[in-house]
């Protein structure tokens, strides 16, 4: 019997998003129907990833049938958030694959004096945590949130934990994407919605270890298998309003330079990039794999890939929780009320 597979991808419009479906569909039995379900705040978005995933899909060597549904959802927005519980719950009693690709942050340009400085300084630190990236201080979304960390964090957390039976009935693995700069100097008890961080950015991929390494064994109660990965460094294109033709190749013609000098973590490419994600989602076995750890992307000097595992420093988890908690059930009650207008069921 051919089985059905529903996979949930985050950000799906991104580099990284692209790839993990890519890969996903490589990986996954060819002989199980997947549909993949596309995320974005509009529908000509949703549509072109739609697109590109079909070209791709097509040239796979696949018995099952991979097809598309799309998902519009604004993280920053909690009546958007319901909205798209709503929808999955109508469309979907079983979600198998859950990827947070949630990767928003505040910017406001570049500091080049500082990006010549540390270049010259310290060329594999200045490409892999880089501190010359502007990023804007004490930004609200419409909901009285701080916006990064609504966006990487609560929002997707918020609707995780709404969506909690299909995940259960699906024996999902769901996947957090975290950052390499994800550093324990990035969290502070007294700002968790990093409206006082000027590395909100760093600051939301740091809960998002806190987060993980905090729910991951009650995840696990319920049938769900949950994994923090870190895609390495590669092209995004988040950042490419700030830089011209010849910022943009001097940028990768660093990031090659410093594979070359021995940084493991220079995927450069988005296809590497999302191997840890769908590796933890699909290959690795939920009873030897350790899910404390952090699964990343890495590359060897000639671009041959693998996983490299790193450890988590947990301070804070149980603090990350508690906040979400009582934060959910504020939003709990604030929505209860809330009508949503959604698709009919498919």
Known sequence: MVGRKVAVITGTNSNLGLNIAYRLIEQEDPTNRLTIVVTSRTLPRATEAINLIQKFAKKCPRVGIVDYDY?????????????????????????????????????????????????????????????????????????????????????????????????????????????????????????????????????????????????????????IHQYLVQPGIFISNSFSIYLNIFTYYGMLALFYLARWLGSVWHNVDGYKAANAPVYAATLANPNFEEQYLKYGSASGRDGMEYIQTQEVDPTGASDVQEYLSKLKLEWDEKLKDQITNSRETV
């Open 71 to 223: 998902l519009l959802i604004d993280f920053t927005d909690m009546v958007s958030v319901l909205g798209a519980y709503y929808e999955l719950t109508k469309k979907y009693k079983e979600i198998h694959y859950f990827f947070v690709n949630a990767a928003q942050g505040v910017y406001g340009g570049i500091d080049w004096i500082g990006a010549v400085k540390e270049v010259c300084t310290n060329l594999i630190k200045s490409v892999t945590y880089p501190s010359y990236k502007i990023q804007r201080i004490g930004v609200k979304s419409d909901d009285d949130l701080g916006l990064v960390f609504q966006a990487n964090v609560f929002g997707p957390y918020y609707l995780i934990q709404k969506i909690l039976p299909q995940l259960t009935a699906g024996k999902a693995s769901v996947v957090w994407i975290s950052s390499l700069m994800s550093e324990p100097k990035y969290f502070s008890i007294n700002d968790i919605q990093l409206l006082k961080s000027d590395a909100s950015y760093e600051g939301s991929k740091r809960l998002v270890d806190l987060l993980h390494m905090a729910t991951y064994k009650d995840m696990k109660n319920h049938g």
